[in-house]
């Protein structure tokens, strides 16, 4: 069971004690987190595993709707694009399901669409993710994703989406797809425009480098063995960007995620690597949360079972949103929240981490494991 951070007495490798509070936070409490996190330093990590042999991870369902293509150039487009994102669903062991490619009888793909969202479990801690490949319209009012049939707007696709309570991921990478962020922007959310306004009308190419980028190492911008959705939609980013300079061309498209629910979106500028560089006025930035969302786990990953990720990933939020508000702690009372989330973050990891022995846990949970011990 987990201790309190107060309570818990740790011990040197001399035997001595440290002291429990007003130890400058610098170089002892990384060296407490490092103690705490060593045995990691040792595995090596595996970028990931045959899902065949993986153990359970609670893997994604992946809903892919490919849109009315109109001219063949751009459907050779969205079919690659969808052969892109069903080869990392097979990596990753994802419930994969395309609409678009069937033949166009009854149900259509917008009903299609509407029954399988309805069809899903509305709870639980796997992600639910929808990506719409194809072209989108914006008349002032109301934004749209084109089907064969009837199209699908966004304010249909909120109304569909309020039962689930699961992570959702939305990637919408039409023109004229920012309205959808604005409308389906929500809690346990996370939601991708190719867009970053609805007057941004013209094809967007931003789809094809996300479905390259979204299982590629390339992409894995910290080097942790996975590409996460943030690091996937910064490299796509980039390469719009590239794209655009390289054409001589001015940039008709500017990708937005919103993570935190506010509806706002950031671009992929505002940050430098996965560091955000920039902050809004108001309210808080996106990309923590798309940052520890990863379509294809690692196998570090895959080792952890789905509830103790969920646990890590809460608790690293919580780290996220005490350091946003340190100017408005004093500095002991910053200091004394953050070493508590910071041993129980480490503590969740090392009790949970299979490179662990049953004896290195129970020291880890009575405190009495030296410093630098191996």
């Not at 892109?84 to 994969?96: I, M, N, P, V």
């Not at 399901?97 to 793909?109: F, M």
């Not at 490949?133 to 994703?145: L, N, Q």
Request: with cysteine.
């Amino acid at each position: 069971s987990r201790q309190s951070a107060a309570v818990i007495q740790f011990t040197r490798e001399d035997g001595g004690a440290l002291p429990r509070r007003r130890y400058g936070f610098g170089l002892r409490l990384l060296a407490k987190i490092a103690w705490l996190a060593w045995p990691f330093l040792s595995v090596p990590d595996v970028r990931s595993v045959d899902a065949a042999s993986a153990p359970s991870t609670n893997a994604p369902t992946v809903l892919l709707v490919l849109g009315a293509a109109g001219e063949s150039e751009f459907g050779s487009n969205f079919v690659h694009q969808a052969q892109l994102w069903e080869k990392a669903c097979r990596q990753a062991g994802a419930d994969f399901t395309k609409i678009g490619l069937s033949p166009s009888n009854a149900p259509n793909d917008h009903d299609l669409l509407k029954q399988h969202l309805a069809a899903v479990t509305p709870d639980g801690l796997a992600s639910l993710w929808l990506v719409l490949v194809g072209h989108g319209t914006f008349d002032g009012k109301e934004a749209r994703f084109n089907l064969r049939g009837p199209d699908l707007s966004a304010t249909e696709l909120a109304e569909w989406f309020k039962p689930l309570q699961r992570p959702v991921v939305v990637i919408n990478t039409a023109a004229s797809s920012a309205p959808f962020l604005n409308k389906l922007s929500a809690t346990n959310r996370t939601v991708i425009t190719a867009t970053r306004s609805g007057s941004e009308q013209n094809f967007a190419r931003f789809g094809q480098y996300l479905a390259q980028c979204i299982a590629d190492p390339k992409s894995d911008l910290d080097q942790d063995g996975q590409t996460s959705l943030l690091e996937a939609f910064l490299s796509a980013s980039a390469h719009v960007a590239e794209f655009y300079k390289t054409e001589g061309r001015i940039a008709t498209e500017h990708a937005l995620l919103d993570d935190n629910g506010d509806g706002k979106g950031t671009p992929a500028d505002w940050f430098r690597g996965v560091r955000a560089i920039k902050k809004p006025q108001h309210g808080t930035l996106d990309g923590a949360r798309a940052q520890q969302i990863h379509l294809v786990l690692s196998a570090g990953e895959q080792a952890l079972p789905p509830d103790v990720r969920a646990k890590r990933d809460a608790l690293e939020l919580e780290v996220i949103r005490l350091r946003e508000a340190k100017q408005t702690l004093a500095e002991d009372e910053y200091y004394r929240k953050l070493e508590a989330l910071l041993l129980d973050l480490a503590r969740l990891q090392v009790t949970n981490h299979p490179a662990v022995t049953n004896h290195q846990r129970r020291k880890v949970s009575t405190g009495t494991m030296p410093l630098g011990a191996r």
